[in-house]
């Protein structure tokens, strides 16, 4: 969706909003619904401001929905969309909403605009102001358009390189902003002045631990089971008879997903990833999970052939940068998809519910740090967690734009998430963390955006607010069992999957980066080739080849590869959205064939150390 709202003459507005669409190709049709523009006092008056009246007016169109979507919306809403397809034309039971107060729909009077967004993150929602005209979209490419000359925003791409996704309300563009999870924008129109006055923020939900504490496991087990399964029914309330998927990586959350989905007699394909026979993957997991529950197993070619095919298309459909070596391999798995189903279901918050990842070293951290009057803070020990490029500043920008960096600080964009007012304890602390920055702002618009792409609606069961708001009243020694993660939902779970996969142990989806970029995406590197950093303006030129060679810090192992797909998705990102080219150039070794390339690379490295 894209719209707008604020001073301006309404039909001037509808012209601008026709144009920057059809800059983008996205010439209305049936399946691109436009919702005709108006002004909010029409509402009381009954007629149209004539064609040159300035008046606080809005406008906004739909791409891929159908009418009837569009038809629903309550009054005082211009726009919502929901990544489930659940909560189109709803209000602010949508995933993304734009609604203007019932209250201030009449002449003369003040308007109130809201931007907003649900806590767990799905649809992104971003704005930029152009004069005393607000436009907003739940795609940053759609505003594009709208920006005369864009430019690179220097904390967003510092935070990129800390996180591996741009921290919020950041956007990779400076004139660009976006709406944080979990929270509301409001604009006030001054009817005096015909200015838009500055927005102020509120929270509309705050993840903390409740004051009592169920320390009964067989309580949490019966009370869990229950809230699973509701959970699910409330995503297939739409559902026919029609078969839906499941993104199926044969671990914990997603085979959960797919058992109910099974157990609730909804007609379930699942879909997995094959890396190849080289490479190390899940798919057996998989197998088991589908064969145990009897439904179709459909596995996806994600061979690095296929991975560089996609590259292009992948940036254009995660719309932001997201430098997570997943990312193309779901796109691989959403299309394959898209041509069965039109519903997805994945497993996606179930780690950031129940305490997966990276709780068990910070809590260890944190019992050093209390004991042994440790210098650094428990932010940066989180910050260490993402395994990114913070820390590396002085070797990884060029030198004007590393000096702007100094006056930043990476922690400030844990300050909220970390915030120990909410939790008493360190878990509920991670786990409040883990959802609203590895969640809500990673996982979740990821998922919802390369599913988009395909015209599939996404569906996350562990991302329901009952059983979110359940989760921060079990006890730390419910969800953290001794070494075991997770430990009440694989109790919870039991009858419902073989043990094999219950209780083994995590792995996360091995996508083998190190392997790709060393042998058969060894070329694609080219897109960080010296010349082109070097005009750029923003990386040193030769980072990639100091990565590459492991004269790059201290990085070593599969950190090398991360890294050089870190750098490399921006890359693509940034000549996709902006329209740059990659110019050709031999001065790097990233244009002879790998093995050539590697041992220029280490004749280099060699000849530096002698």
Request: glycine fraction near 8%.
């Amino acid at each position: 969706m894209i719209g707008y709202w604020g001073y301006g003459t309404h039909a001037d507005l509808e012209q601008r909003l026709t144009s920057t669409l059809r800059q983008l190709g996205e010439l209305l049709s049936e399946r691109h619904v436009r919702r005709c523009g108006r002004s909010p006092q029409t509402e009381q008056t009954q007629h149209t401001p004539t064609k040159d009246a300035v008046t606080c007016v809005w406008g906004a169109a739909y791409l891929g929905l159908q009418e009837a979507d569009c038809d629903r919306l309550p009054k005082g809403t211009i726009a919502a969309l929901s990544a489930s397809g659940l909560g189109h034309g709803s209000g602010k039971t949508s995933d993304a909403w734009a609604t203007v107060e019932d209250q201030c729909l009449h002449l003369g009077a003040d308007q109130h605009f809201h931007l907003g967004r649900e806590p767990f993150g799905h649809v992104p929602l971003y704005w930029t102001q152009v004069e005393q005209v607000l436009w907003f979209s739940s795609r940053l490419s759609l505003l594009l358009p709208l920006i005369e000359a864009p430019q690179i925003s220097i904390p967003a791409v510092y935070g990129y390189s800390c996180f591996s996704y741009v921290p919020m309300p950041l956007t990779p563009i400076a004139q660009i902003h976006s709406i944080a999870a979990g929270t509301e924008q409001t604009w006030i129109a001054d009817a005096d002045s015909q200015t838009l006055l500055a927005p102020s923020v509120t929270r509309s939900l705050e993840w903390q631990e409740a004051p009592e504490q169920i320390q009964e496991e067989t309580l949490a087990i019966a009370e869990l089971r229950l809230l699973l399964k509701d959970a699910v029914a409330r995503q297939i309330t739409d559902l026919n008879d029609e078969p839906v998927g499941v993104l199926l990586s044969g671990g914990l959350d997603s085979s959960i997903v797919a058992a109910l989905l099974v157990e609730a007699g909804v007609k379930v394909r699942a879909y997995t990833l094959d890396f190849g026979a080289d490479s190390p993957s899940e798919s057996s997991y998989a197998a088991q999970v589908a064969e145990f529950l009897n439904i179709p197993l459909v596995k996806v070619d994600a061979s690095p052939r296929r991975i560089r095919q996609a590259l292009r298309a992948t940036a254009q459909a995660l719309d932001v940068p997201f430098g997570d070596g997943v990312t193309v391999p779901l796109f691989l798995l959403m299309q394959a998809v898209s041509q069965d189903v039109q519903v997805i279901f994945n497993g996606e918050g179930g780690d950031q519910l129940f305490a997966g990842w990276t709780n068990k070293p910070l809590i260890a951290a944190d019992i050093y740090r209390s004991t042994h009057q440790a210098k650094e803070t428990f932010d940066r020990q989180y910050l260490r967690t993402f395994h990114r490029l913070w820390g590396y500043e002085d070797q990884l920008f060029q030198p004007d734009l590393a000096a702007q960096l100094t006056t930043i600080t990476p922690e400030d964009w844990l300050q909220d998430a970390l915030n120990p007012a909410f939790s008493t304890t360190l878990l509920h602390r991670l786990r409040r963390a883990t959802l609203m920055l590895k969640g809500a702002q990673n996982i979740h618009p990821r998922a919802t955006n390369l599913g988009m792409a395909h015209g599939l609606q996404v569906r996350s069961p562990f991302c329901d607010l009952p059983l979110a708001q359940w989760s921060f009243q079990l006890s730390g020694t419910l969800h953290l069992q001794a070494a075991c993660e997770k430990y009440i939902l694989k109790r919870a779970v039991e009858p419902w999957l073989p043990p094999e996969i219950v209780w083994r142990q995590k792995r996360g989806m091995g996508v083998p980066l190190n392997a790709w970029c060393f042998n058969e995406l060894w070329q694609e590197l080219g897109w960080l080739q010296p010349d082109r950093l070097r005009k750029q303006g923003i990386w040193q030129p030769q980072v990639a080849a100091r990565i590459a060679a492991g004269t790059f810090g201290t990085l070593q192992g599969r950190r090398i590869g991360e890294s050089l797909w870190l750098l490399l998705m921006w890359q693509v990102w940034h000549d996709t959205a902006l329209g740059s080219l990659p110019a050709f150039s031999l001065n790097h070794p990233f244009w002879l064939p790998s093995s050539l390339g590697r041992l220029y690379l280490q004749l280099q490295r060699e000849r530096q150390q002698w």
